[in-house]
Structure formats: C-alpha cells, structure tokens
C-alpha cells in the first residue's frame, strides 16, 4: 500500500520493494489420498491453471449491440480454490479440498532482510539485535532535481503516518541520494564562491581594488557564459560539470588580468601622458592580442583532447574539457570586448586626475628585477638556475618512479556508505547464509563509525553506483548476501571512508574465512566503476586444464601484496541427486518424461502455483 502511494508522486520513475513476505494460496497435496482417487498431480496443477484463468473467446452480434465472450475466471478466494473439480472417482466429484490443504496466508521465505544499529548488542547473549524489515527503493524520472523528489517522498511517507503506516512500524532512510548531492553541490558552490573570492583578492593586493574589480566582471560574465553552454549540450548541472567551472576558474582570469595589467602599465608610463584613455586601452589589449590568443589556444589543445576519450571515463569526464575549452574561448572573448570596456570606464577617472602617471617601482619589480638581472648578465649563473631546475623536475618524476607519490585517475571521496557483498559455495542454505552473514554484520556493528546497517541474504541491496556495472543487482540466491552499512556523517568522525573500508575489511577477512565465506568490500567509486581492478580471463580448449590454470593465477594474485577481494566465477561443487529415466518401462505404463519431471518437480515443492486473482482475494 506504501508503495503504491509513492508510485503516484511526481517524478518517481519505479518503485522496487525488497523483503517481506507477500499473500499466497499455497495448495499442498496429500500423497496419499492422490494414490486412493488415482489422479495425478501434474493433472491437478493443469486443472488449477485452467480454472485460474480468464481469456477472450470473440463476439457475437445481438442486434445492434455486439456481445463479447469470454471463458473461465479468476479464483476469488480460498473457497473457491478448494471447490476446483480436479476428478471423479467411483462416480462422485473429487474436489480439490480433497485431496490437499489449501493455506492462505505468507509465502514461503526465500530471502531475508534484517535492519541493524550499529553498536546494538542483546544484554543475554552478546548477539547483535536485528530487526525484520522491507526496503522500498525509489528512483527518480530522467533529468528531474533529485532533492526535489525525495523531499516530496518523505512528505507522502509523513502523511502516511498513523494510516496505512502503524504507530509500531519504524521507517528509516537508509541511503539518500538526494541529500548527497544537495552537499556536493553546496560545497562545490562554496569552493566556486572561494575562488572567486580568492582571485579578486590577490589581484587586490597585486594591482589595486579597482583592477580587481574590472577583473571580477569577467569571472561572472565567462562563468554565465560557460552554463549557457552546458545547457545547450545537454550537460546538466552536478558535480563534474560544477568541477569544471572551479577548475576553469583559475585559467579564465589569465587573459582579463594580462589586459588589466597592460591597461593600467600604459596609463602609468610618462610618455602618455595626455594621451586620450580610450586610445591607450586600445592600443594597450593590442599590444597583447596575439599572445593572449597563443596562449588560451595552447590550454584548449591541453584538456580538448580529454573530450575524445572512450569507455565509462569518456561520458564521465567529457564536461570537464568542454567545459575548460568554452571557458577559455569565452575569457578570450571577454578579455578582447567587456574587459577593456569596464577597464576605460572604473579606471579613466583616477588616470585624468593623476593617480595613474608615472610612479616608483613597487616592491614587486624590484624584487624581480634583484632577482633576474644576475641571471641575464651572467651566462653562468643563468646555467646553473636552470641546471636546478632540471634536477628539481627529474627529482618530481622519480617520486613516482619509485612509489613515493601514488598515482591514480581519481582521488577516494569521503562517502557515508560501502557494501560487504558475500558469496558462500554453492549448495548452501539461505539459512546457514544468513547466519554467516549475521556474524559477520555483527562484527561491523562494534565499529564506532558504524551508524546502521542493513542485511540482504538471499536478494540483493537496492541498485547503487557500483551494482550498475558489477550487477549487483542480479544477485539472487541462497548462498548469496550482502551488508549495506551506514557510516556516521563525515563531519562527525576522524577517518575517511577508505580507511575504514581498509580497516574492516582486515577485520571480518578471518571470520569469513572460518566460515567458508568468500567477501567483498565494496566501496563507492569517485569515478565510473568497473567489473573489477584486475580481471584475468582463461581461455581454452580443455575444462579440466582451464580450471587448473585459473586455480594457479587465483593463487598467483591472492600471494600479490596490495591485492585483496579475490575470487572467481566458477561454481562450487554439491551434492547432486539424479533421477535415471527408465525409457522403456516408462513406455508400458504409458508415461512419458515429461510427466516424471514435473511430478518430481511438485513432490520437491520446487514449482508453486501463484493465484492471480481479483482484488477480493
């Protein structure tokens, strides 16, 4: 019923529920009164989809009308079912009441799903406290405002509070995307506002406060044009496109400074003096034309390159050189047409009254000057600054050379959540899987960043970044878990979230390994994820040979330092029971395979009947 209330609020794309136990009419039949009426089982489960069913049969006309015709229909209730004629023995009827219990009421478990605090232990038994529970993922419409969507959400689930939701029945969120990127965009927001405040502020101290702010009318003017751009390509606003326009930032002043700078050296020289302002802004954004435009297309052909590239990473970074490379375009553009318009104007006033003629050096020139000059006139000295140079630039390489810096596409990001994914041999119980599973959250929970956590053994955590590309979200089955866990938020714990990842990961690696467990610790990925870090793949002709070269490179990579999380997709070997078809036999009392199987099928309580039925039912 929840679930079909946030189905009707705008901009809820799908629903899916996960957990729980769902009505059903489970009809079990009685072996033995099947053998003393003689009927068949597979005759019983045809009989009872036949008698569920409702089809269209076609029409007849009835003078001017035309009357439709439809066979069959749907079993209401658990009377209805049990009233289902399934045979006559010794001339009476045969019900199915008869012959089976019908039971209405929950379906059989196939799966659990377990809400768990972190730091909650039972006082008797020192066992983690867990609570059943269903998860009721939701995700948005194509191109709608997340935060918008989920603070409408959590409005339909407040008013269903006390109606369709008890007073006794706890709701959680337990992963809001929404509100993530509320704080990514709100701290890239800040950092935009802080580097613009921190450039207006240099140029301050640099050229004065009336330079900066012809410079700070450029930074709006090429950030606006920048999103307009986005917009037009069909970028939407988030946190890679709000990284490029930080990054853009400290490159799209370049040119506005280097006019500002020029302008204000050409009022300052004496030989202009008395020359019109107008002709001297001209003259002086023409005397740096061609090296502005040099320079700005020597960036473009720096990061436009990046626009190229394949794969997840190519759609994942594109905004970031398209981005730069329209910045740049534009603070061209600027530096060329608004920058010495706004120069002339907030500057003429002090050049006429004299403020801008000839001055003294400031300290600045000097300290240049002191320190260029030896290295111009003499040769030797000039050899040697560039000799270290070239030391201190082979010094940075070697560091990566030799591992002191690490380097990588993208840095880890500081989230809230990661994922335990565990796999147990195949054949085993969902029981003995959820006990494995339980020990292990159980583990997690004793963590102090540990906030909550949420159980799935049997199904899968609701889709997430990772799951897109690993398919986490085909899990299914009795030997398979995961942990969704909840950390606290980062501004109240000293630990990034890798580290603790590290950290829990050397921590629950024995139990699980005790428990014949195999784990995985998930986190979530600061760039498009991928199937895994490394991935060999064993071709060949023979079965036998390959399983025995992927079990050596499984070893090879399990004794590698730095590797963790290994495993491999080869099923586990079980105990298997096989039914021998007696072709010939079978053939004098008049059955055939099939009919076997699906008697075997009904008997191993494999294949369930599902009533479809109205409303009523």
Request: charged residues 20%; hydrophobic residues 45%.
């Amino acid at each position: 019923a929840v679930e079909d209330e946030v189905k009707q609020v705008a901009d809820v794309s799908e629903t899916t529920l996960i957990g729980g136990q769902r009505r059903q009419v489970r009809v079990e039949l009685d072996a033995g009164k099947l053998t003393s009426y003689q009927i068949d089982p597979a005759h019983v489960l045809r009989t009872l989809r036949s008698a569920n069913r409702q089809s269209r049969a076609g029409s007849f006309p009835a003078g001017d009308e035309s009357v439709l015709v439809e066979t069959g229909g749907f079993l209401g209730n658990v009377a209805e079912v049990g009233a289902v004629v399934v045979g006559v023995h010794a001339g009476q009827l045969v019900y199915l009441r008869d012959i089976a219990e019908i039971l209405d009421g929950p379906e059989e478990t196939d799966a659990y799903v377990l809400f768990g605090r972190g730091g909650q232990v039972a006082s008797d038994a020192g066992n983690l406290i867990e609570e059943p529970a269903v998860t009721l993922a939701i995700a948005k419409r194509k191109g709608t405002n997340a935060v918008d969507v989920v603070a409408d959400v959590m409005r339909k689930v407040e008013m269903l509070r006390g109606k369709l939701i008890p007073d006794g029945v706890e709701v959680t969120v337990t992963r809001d995307y929404g509100r993530t990127a509320r704080e990514k965009s709100d701290e890239l927001l800040f950092h935009m506002a802080l580097a613009v405040v921190g450039v207006s502020l240099l140029i301050v101290v640099v050229l004065g406060w009336r330079e900066a702010g012809v410079v700070a009318v450029a930074i709006p003017v090429t950030l606006a044009l920048t999103l307009a751009t986005f917009f037009l390509l069909g970028f939407t606003l988030n946190r890679v496109t709000l990284f490029a326009l930080i990054f853009s930032i400290g490159i799209l002043v370049d040119d506005p400074i280097v006019d500002v700078e020029n302008v204000v050296r050409h009022f300052r020289l004496p030989e202009n003096r008395g020359r019109p302002l107008k002709e001297l802004t001209v003259t002086a954004v023409n005397e740096v034309r061609s090296p502005l435009i040099l320079a700005t297309l020597t960036v473009i052909a720096a990061v436009l390159p990046m626009a190229f590239v394949q794969g997840l990473m190519g759609p994942y970074m594109r905004p970031i050189p398209v981005g730069a490379t329209a910045a740049m375009l534009f603070s061209m553009t600027v530096a060329f047409v608004v920058t010495p318009w706004a120069a002339y104007h907030m500057l003429r006033w002090h050049a006429r009254h004299g403020e801008h003629t000839a001055e003294k050096e400031d300290w600045t020139t000097r300290a240049y000057r002191r320190v260029m000059s030896p290295m111009i006139r003499r040769p030797l000295i000039g050899i040697g600054f560039l000799a270290v140079i070239t030391l201190l630039l082979a010094g940075a390489i070697a560091l990566v050379m030799v591992g002191a810096v690490k380097v990588k596409m993208l840095p880890y990001d500081n989230k809230s959540e990661l994922q335990v994914i565990i796999d147990m041999d195949e054949g085993t119980t969902l029981e003995c899987t959820t006990n494995v599973t339980r020990s292990l959250a159980n583990q997690l929970s004793r963590e102090p960043e540990v906030l909550n956590y949420q159980v799935y053994a049997g199904t899968s955590a609701p889709y997430n970044f990772n799951g897109l590309v690993r398919h986490y979200f085909l899990r299914r089955g009795t030997n398979m878990a995961d942990i969704q866990v909840n950390l606290i938020p980062k501004e109240e714990r000293d630990l990034q979230s890798h580290d603790i990842a590290k950290r829990i990961r050397e921590k629950i690696r024995a139990l699980a390994e005790s428990c014949g467990a195999k784990i995985k610790v998930a986190e979530v990925p600061p760039g498009p994820p991928v199937l895994a870090t490394v991935v060999a793949e064993i071709y060949g002709p023979d079965y036998a040979e390959q399983i025995g070269i992927a079990r050596a490179v499984k070893t090879m990579f399990r004794d590698t330092p730095g590797v963790v999380d290994v495993d491999w997709y080869v099923e586990a070997d079980q105990p298997r029971l096989v039914f021998r078809f007696d072709q010939e036999k079978a053939a004098l009392s008049g059955i055939n395979a099939g009919q076997v199987e699906e008697v075997v099928r009904i008997t191993e309580a494999v294949s369930y009947t599902h009533l479809r039925a109205h409303e009523t039912l």
